[in-house]
T-cell receptor, first 110, second 112 residues
Framework: DQQVKQNSPSLSVQEGRISILNCDYT??????FLWYKKYPAEGPTFLIS?????DKNEDGRFTVFLNKSAKHLSLHIVPSQPGDSAVYFC?????????FGKGTRLHILP | DVKVTQSSRYLVKRTGEKVFLECVQD?????MFWYRQDPGLGLRLIYF???????EKGDIPEGYSVSREKKERFSLILESASTNQTSMYLC???????????FGQGTRLTVV
């Protein structure tokens, strides 16, 4: 049973526009949520996180929003740049484990 | 700079071979993880370790074992490699109390 769900396998966004990546989860006990970015043939790199007691966290062009009642979080990238083309993984932290979603491939179009 | 190093970028092994994937971290982290990444399935946790000689099964431990004799090193063992273990294997480490995990560059294993 998948606890962290990314229902969009891919997303294409024009350069300079906003990219919105979505994630749903089922376990209300998750402490933290994280977003990772992965390029081909490299390990994932940490982007941004949010505590379950907050509803927004911002870091430069990246903002994560958390809606606990809907068990939903989203990552906003503004403005989108060519180097943002990658696979983005949503993840949740609980009991020393990090549980990942299946990922969304983001294509930034010129 | 934090560093998680996996011993091989690419490996090709035969069915039935015993395979060792090695991971070393230089950050004195207590927690270490092995994931595999497959298309359409994301990152799935195989095993993790929260201390030397301590280990716990993740979501897909079947066909794998692990060893953590020293804090900095976490090994994944495929007891008898099978073709369905062809995958990208990713090692990660994390300091207790922090949420961020650091990943190695991955090992692309092909079992023929």
């Amino acid at each position: 049973d998948q606890q962290v769900k990314q229902n969009s396998p891919s997303l294409s966004v024009q350069e300079g526009r906003i990219s919105i990546l979505n994630c749903d989860y089922t376990n209300s006990m998750f402490d933290y949520f994280l977003w990772y970015k992965k390029y081909p043939a490299e390990g994932p790199t940490f982007l941004i996180s949010i505590s379950s007691i907050k509803d927004k966290n911002e870091d430069g062009r990246f903002t994560v929003f958390l809606n606990k009642s809907a068990k939903h979080l989203s990552l906003h990238i503004v403005p989108s740049q060519p180097g943002d083309s990658a696979v983005y993984f949503c993840a949740a932290f609980l009991d020393d484990k990090i549980i990942f979603g299946k990922g969304t491939r983001l294509h930034i179009l010129p | 700079d934090v560093k998680v190093t996996q011993s091989s970028r690419y490996l090709v092994k035969r069915t039935g071979e015993k395979v060792f994937l090695e991971c070393v971290q230089d950050m004195d982290h207590e927690n270490m993880f092995w994931y595999r990444q497959d298309p359409g399935l994301g990152l799935r946790l195989i095993y993790f370790s929260y201390d030397v000689k301590m280990k716990e099964k993740g979501d897909i431990p079947e066909g794998y074992s692990v060893s953590r004799e020293k804090k900095e090193r976490f090994s994944l063992i495929l007891e008898s490699a099978s073709t369905n273990q062809t995958s990208m294997y990713l090692c990660a480490s994390r300091r207790t109390g922090n949420t961020e995990a650091f990943f190695g560059q991955g090992t692309r294993l092909t079992v023929v």
